[in-house]
C-alpha cells in the first residue's frame, strides 16, 4: 500500500462533501467505504467499481481507496439522476437541474470535484446507464459498490449486471439496505437478500444502511 492518502487535508474537505451534495452518503459511510475498497483492492489487481456517482461523494472515498492501493475505480452514471432527484421529490436540488433537457445533470459538479481532490488518475467516470457499461465491463473486480437507482427494476439489474463482475474473495457493498420497511425502500434490501440467498455471497459487516458481502 501507498502512504495513507487521507490527510488531515484531505478529511477536512471529505467531511463536508456530504452537506454539500445534499447528504446521499455520510463521512462515517465513506471513511467505511474507503476501509473496505482498500483492504479488497490491495488483495487483489486493485480494480473497484461504483454504480451511482450522482456528485462524487462516495467516489471520492473510493478514489482515496485507490490512490492507497495504486489501482483505479471506475464509475459509472448516465448523470441524469434517479427518479427520486427529480422536481417532486425531496431530494431535489435545483442548482443540479438543467431546464432545457428537463432533467438533473450530475456531470460537471462530479468532474469538479474528481479534480479538485487531484484524483483524476485514480477515477474514471464512465457517462452511461448501467445496461450500456456492462457490455463493455467484462473483467473481475476486487470490489463493487453498488448505489444507483432504488426503484425494482433498475435495482434488480444493477445486481444481475455487477455482481457476476465481483472476483472470488472480492466485496460486493450495498446502500440503503433497511430491514426495516418504514425506514427506507425495499429494492436495496431485495437485492441484498438475493445475493446472501444466493449462496455466493456471505454477510461481512455493515455501517447502518451500507452492507457488505464477500464472493465465495
Ligand atoms: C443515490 S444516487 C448515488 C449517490 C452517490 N453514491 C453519492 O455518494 O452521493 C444514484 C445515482 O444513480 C444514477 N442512476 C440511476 N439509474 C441509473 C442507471 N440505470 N444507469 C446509470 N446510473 C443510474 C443516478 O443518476 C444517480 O446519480
Same mark, same amino acid.
Given at each position: 500500500?501507498?502512504?495513507?492518502?487521507?490527510?488531515?487535508?484531505?478529511?477536512?474537505?471529505?467531511?463536508?462533501? $456530504? =452537506? !454539500? &451534495?445534499?447528504?446521499?452518503?455520510?463521512?462515517?459511510?465513506?471513511?467505511? /467505504?474507503?476501509?473496505?475498497?482498500?483492504? #479488497?483492492?490491495?488483495?487483489?489487481?486493485?480494480?473497484?467499481?461504483?454504480?451511482?456517482?450522482?456528485?462524487?461523494?462516495?467516489?471520492?472515498?473510493?478514489?482515496?481507496?485507490?490512490?492507497?492501493?495504486?489501482?483505479?475505480?471506475?464509475?459509472?452514471?448516465?448523470?441524469?439522476?434517479?427518479?427520486?432527484?427529480?422536481?417532486?421529490?425531496?431530494?431535489?436540488?435545483?442548482?443540479?437541474?438543467?431546464?432545457?433537457? $428537463? =432533467? !438533473? &445533470?450530475?456531470?460537471?459538479?462530479?468532474?469538479?470535484?474528481?479534480?479538485? /481532490?487531484?484524483?483524476?488518475?485514480?477515477? #474514471?467516470?464512465?457517462?452511461?446507464?448501467?445496461?450500456?457499461?456492462?457490455?463493455?465491463?467484462?473483467?473481475?473486480?476486487?470490489?463493487?459498490?453498488?448505489?444507483?437507482?432504488?426503484?425494482?427494476?433498475?435495482?434488480?439489474?444493477?445486481?444481475?449486471?455487477?455482481?457476476?463482475?465481483?472476483?472470488?474473495?472480492?466485496?460486493?457493498?450495498?446502500?440503503?439496505?433497511?430491514?426495516?420497511?418504514?425506514?427506507?425502500?425495499?429494492?436495496?434490501?431485495?437485492?441484498?437478500?438475493?445475493?446472501?440467498?444466493?449462496?455466493?455471497?456471505?454477510?461481512?459487516?455493515?455501517?447502518?444502511?451500507?452492507?457488505?458481502?464477500?464472493?465465495?
Amino acid at each position: 500500500m501507498n502512504t495513507n492518502p487521507l490527510t488531515p487535508e484531505v478529511l477536512s474537505v471529505l467531511e463536508r462533501l $456530504s =452537506t !454539500i &451534495n445534499r447528504g446521499f452518503f455520510t463521512f462515517e459511510e465513506g471513511m467505511k /467505504l474507503f476501509e473496505e475498497a482498500s483492504l #479488497a483492492m490491495a488483495g487483489g489487481s486493485g480494480y473497484a467499481i461504483e454504480v451511482g456517482s450522482y456528485c462524487g461523494t462516495s467516489t471520492a472515498f473510493l478514489g482515496f481507496a485507490a490512490k492507497a492501493t495504486d489501482g483505479f475505480v471506475v464509475s459509472v452514471d448516465h448523470h441524469l439522476g434517479s427518479e427520486e432527484n427529480g422536481p417532486s421529490w425531496e431530494s431535489f436540488d435545483q442548482s443540479l437541474y438543467d431546464r432545457e433537457r $428537463s =432533467t !438533473i &445533470n450530475t456531470l460537471s459538479r462530479f468532474r469538479s470535484l474528481i479534480y479538485s /481532490l487531484s484524483l483524476d488518475e485514480y477515477v #474514471a467516470p464512465i457517462t452511461a446507464s448501467t445496461r450500456v457499461a456492462t457490455n463493455f465491463l467484462r473483467d473481475r473486480a476486487d470490489f463493487i459498490f453498488i448505489d444507483g437507482g432504488h426503484g425494482e427494476e433498475v435495482a434488480f439489474n444493477d445486481y444481475f449486471s455487477y455482481a457476476p463482475l465481483v472476483r472470488r474473495g472480492g466485496v460486493l457493498a450495498i446502500h440503503d439496505v433497511f430491514e426495516d420497511p418504514t425506514k427506507g425502500g425495499r429494492p436495496p434490501f431485495e437485492i441484498y437478500t438475493r445475493a446472501v440467498t444466493s449462496e455466493q455471497f456471505t454477510h461481512v459487516t455493515n455501517l447502518g444502511s451500507l452492507y457488505f458481502l464477500r464472493r465465495r
